[in-house]
């Protein structure tokens, strides 16, 4: 971040515009930097909430079944369905469970798309 | 002291610290219902008054150069803003006070819980639970009121044939239902879970001190306890976080409804 200030610079207006010039670029550079920082950051919290994406996906699943399970269990109280509401529902709470975490890990990956000009990885079908 | 047991689930037990009244009931003896200021109330008035008191420190002087809490009053503000403006649309930005008063609730209340000897108001699932709800039942509310009938495309994906529909609805309403459970179990079970760990592992290390010449182990669980106290400010933040972005994802259903 820090470079030296330009020790030499010219005491008259005569320079001023290489003076400036110079600045741009340095402006320039340091921008650039902070932006490959901010990627670096971004990059390794990515790895560190890796954690956090599992738990969100596994919680998404098991809500599912037990809302499903529940709402069977509660139909089975007050009609006469006994076992089958509950055996419907909570398969069907396990197909939600799958759709909630399709949809959660596509809204995840459309966060964290992949680059479109990324070269893609040699595999064994390639040769 | 050193007969005490070591219990790691001590730390979430609820205090009365002191009465209000039992209100309802016959008069005998657990009937009714008794309401009293616990810590849980303390460290919720903690909570906002913290929260209060960092955002009218920050917006009241409104300097064009930015103080240290005005710049942070600012960057909150703008962070929420632009994560609600790119998840849940333009429109969303009228749900903006919700989103930004849970997301800063959780993130002080979670960070005031990494204090030793605080008391972790989202450790509790009935907190997270009754945020969740109100999140949920906004999503309702005003989703009927915008939207009227059509609200009911939420349940309905296009472009499938009806016989496909029969499995596909309660597919859709059941996990439309389960929202508000994933959604209050995640922060409570990352809290709870997170909270628990810390005090098992830092458990572990003063009984390994009493062990005599054992003693020298205690280093392993001691770097656990570090190591996990810096991924619980993580959590904690990151949870505040997710809980506000789920809460915007569902907001964005409410205003445009159909997938």
């Known amino acids: ?127 | 002291m050193a007969e005490q047991p070591i219990e790691p689930i001590h730390q979430f037990r609820i205090n009365n610290l002191f009465d209000i009244g039992t209100f309802g009931g016959n008069g005998t003896p657990g009937s009714g219902t008794h309401l009293a200021f616990t810590n849980s109330a303390l460290f919720m008035v903690l909570t906002v008054g913290l929260i209060m008191a960092f955002l009218i420190m920050g917006s009241s002087r409104r300097a064009i150069v930015p103080t240290r809490v005005q710049l942070m009053t600012e960057m909150s503000y703008e962070f929420i803003a632009n994560m609600v403006r790119n998840t849940a649309g333009t429109e969303g930005m009228k749900f903006f006070p919700l989103v930004f008063s849970l997301f800063m609730f959780i993130l002080v209340a979670n960070l005031f819980g990494m204090f030793p000897y605080f008391f972790t108001v989202t450790s509790h699932i009935i907190v997270t639970a009754m945020m969740a709800l109100l999140v949920f039942f906004t999503v309702i509310i005003y989703g009927v009121y915008k939207n009227g009938w059509r609200f009911l495309k939420l349940f309905v994906p296009s472009g499938i044939p009806w016989p496909v529909l029969i499995a596909v609805v309660p597919i859709e309403i059941i996990s439309f239902l389960s929202r508000p459970l994933s959604h209050s179990l995640r922060l409570f079970g990352n809290i709870l879970a997170g909270h628990i760990v810390l005090k098992v592992f830092g458990g572990m290390v003063v009984a390994l001190l009493g062990a005599g010449a054992w003693g020298i182990i205690a280093i392993a669980p001691f770097g656990m306890a570090v190591a996990l106290t810096g991924l619980e400010f993580l959590v904690a933040a990151l949870q505040a976080f997710v809980f506000a972005v789920l809460t915007c994802v569902y907001l964005h259903d409410a205003i445009h409804p159909g997938h």
């Open chain 1, 1 to 127: 971040m820090s470079e030296p200030r330009d020790q030499d610079h010219p005491k008259t207006g005569s320079a001023t515009p290489r003076v400036t010039a110079d600045l741009e670029a340095r402006i320039a550079r340091a921008r650039g930097q902070r932006a490959a920082e901010a990627a670096t950051e971004q990059s390794r919290q990515g790895d560190m909430s890796g954690m956090s994406r599992g738990l969100r996906l596994g919680s998404e699943f098991v809500a599912a079944i037990f809302v499903g399970a529940g709402l069977g269990y509660i139909i089975d109280m007050f009609l006469p369905t006994r076992p089958w509401g509950l055996v419907v529902l909570l398969l069907l709470g396990f197909a939600a469970g799958v759709l909630n975490v399709v949809r959660a890990t596509a809204q995840m990956n459309a966060e964290t798309a992949v680059p479109k000009d990324t070269p893609a990885l040699p595999d064994d079908e390639d040769q």
